[in-house]
């Protein structure tokens, strides 16, 4: 257990409609940092937040959109769906903003766009 | 072309064995190259992180070597077990470059 929690488990929804993924990390953790993992693409760098501050953006759709709250817990945004967006995504968590800390992933919330 | 590249694909191997997975990577400058072990379905879970300066970084029987020269790294596990069976993903932390991966089975 890496202390990154991640709801809900499994999400199955509609093309066009909106969901959101909650995270949060592990105890004392300032960053949050979300990716989404597809068949077709493998781990993909969406976005990192630390200490409620966008701090790096990856390959993050217009679409999609995070936030930190100031208990540090994340949410990811997804709206407008399409059956693409259908991938595991998981956040993952770390003590500070260095490029070298150690991040902890959480198990995911399985997204199914139908 | 990903920017990050492991090899084999996949492999199987006997427990026991070791065995060497390999990462060539184009992204230039970066900042560490790190290895992430993934079961399936499940969150990955680091192994090793090593800087551009850094040749060589252990984590029990896996073993990471960094040729910064040549834009190499390799994951060596010695004695296999069978829970060393996943998927094992290298990244390039330059804006986080991810390897597809190589999927290792290790049969008894």
């Known amino acids: 257990d890496s202390g990154v929690t991640q709801t809900p488990k499994h999400l199955i929804t509609a093309t066009g409609q909106r969901v959101t993924l909650r995270c949060s990390p592990r105890?004392?953790?300032?960053?949050v940092y979300w990716y989404q993992q597809s068949l077709d693409q493998g781990l993909q760098f969406l976005i990192q937040?630390?200490?409620?501050?966008?701090?790096a953006k990856g390959n993050i759709l217009e679409r999609f959109s995070a936030q930190q709250f100031p208990d540090l817990h994340s949410e990811l945004n997804l709206s407008s769906l399409e059956l693409g967006d259908s991938a595991l995504y998981f956040c993952?968590?770390?003590?500070?903003?260095?490029?070298?800390?150690?991040?902890?992933f959480g198990p995911g919330t399985r997204l199914t766009v139908l | 072309k990903n920017q990050v590249e492991q090899s084999p694909q996949s492999l199987i191997i006997l427990e026991g064995k070791n065995c060497t997975l390999q990462c060539n990577y184009t992204v230039s400058p970066f900042s560490n190259l790190r290895w992430y072990k993934q079961d399936t379905g499940r969150g990955p879970v680091s192994l090793t992180i090593m800087t551009f300066s850094e040749n060589t970084k252990s984590n029990g029987r896996y073993t990471a070597t960094l040729d910064a020269d040549t834009k190499q790294s390799s994951l060596h596990i010695t004695a296999s077990q069978l829970s060393d069976s996943a998927s094992y993903i290298c990244v390039v932390r330059c804006d986080m470059r991810f390897g597809a991966g190589t999927r290792l089975t290790v049969k008894p």
């Open positions: 993952a968590s770390s003590a500070d903003r260095r490029s070298t800390d150690t991040q902890y």
């Open positions: 105890s004392g953790d300032l960053s």
């Open positions: 937040y630390y200490n409620g501050e966008e701090r």
